[in-house]
T-cell receptor, first 113, second 112 residues
Framework: EAQVTQNPRYLITVTGKKLTVTCSQN?????MSWYRQDPGLGLRQIYY???????DKGDVPEGYKVSRKEKRNFPLILESPSPNQTSLYFC????????????FGNGTRLTVT | DQQVKQNSPSLSVQEGRISILNCDYT??????FLWYKKYPAEGPTFLIS?????DKNEDGRFTVFLNKSAKHLSLHIVPSQPGDSAVYFC???????????FGRGTSLIVHP
């Protein structure tokens, strides 16, 4: 089954404790991206990657890092999480076909206290 | 500045009636538009799309209309069902880009 898998689904942590949210896709997609969803603000892009070893900032990259060492994986790293990073995070992937829709994971609910 | 706007944060409709979700955009370079549907505790899923060379695309109960001169698109759901209750995101692409610009979403509630 074609899917984007994020882990964990729920995460509660404390300020400053480094964490990683993993994302993996099995569709051989070139494009991967991270979004955060906050009430009233919709989906905001954090980082994206057009291919292996190619990453770029989205609209709200501050406080986040990503890496794309393999095509299927695109982890999101919070080196020193802060309470304003409490949010719902989605990973997405897409093919290189023009106008192809994105496939999203089921989300990671992060709470930073 | 929002390039894709969904001005209604929420919409409530009776089962069996028509739901109309609206989306406006400002960037005239956008040439492809998509609607995604999101249930609680799940990620958004693709619903329907339309190219700027068309003014209508239909898929079962879902129809998207595009008015390029007004930079406006709408999603019609007829008839609405309680299972359609979800958040709907409008998204736009330009020039074959991979990176969609999303609206902030409209929460649709369909009452039995």
């Amino acid at each position: 089954e074609a899917q984007v898998t994020q882990n964990p689904r729920y995460l509660i942590t404390v300020t400053g404790k480094k964490l990683t949210v993993t994302c993996s896709q099995n569709m051989n997609h070139e494009y991967m991206s991270w979004y955060r969803q906050d009430p009233g603000l919709g989906l905001r892009q954090i980082y994206y990657s057009m291919n292996v070893e190619v990453t770029d900032k989205g609209d709200v990259p501050e406080g986040y890092k990503v890496s794309r060492k393999e095509k299927r994986n695109f982890p999101l790293i919070l080196e020193s999480p802060s309470p304003n990073q409490t949010s719902l995070y989605f990973c997405a992937s897409g093919s290189d076909r023009v106008n192809s829709p994105l496939h999203f994971g089921n989300g990671t609910r992060l709470t930073v206290t | 500045d929002q390039q894709v706007k969904q001005n209604s944060p929420s919409l409530s409709v009776q089962e069996g009636r028509i739901s109309i979700l609206n989306c406006d955009y400002t960037n005239s370079m956008f040439d492809y538009f998509l609607w995604y549907k999101k249930y609680p505790a799940e990620g958004p899923t693709f619903l329907i799309s339309i190219s700027s060379i068309k003014d209508k695309n239909e898929d079962g109960r879902f129809t998207v209309f595009l008015n390029k001169s007004a930079k406006h698109l709408s999603l019609h759901i007829v008839p609405s069902q309680p299972g359609d209750s979800a958040v709907y995101f409008c998204a736009a692409l330009s020039g074959g880009s991979y990176i969609p610009t999303f609206g902030r979403g409209t929460s649709l509630i369909v009452h039995p």
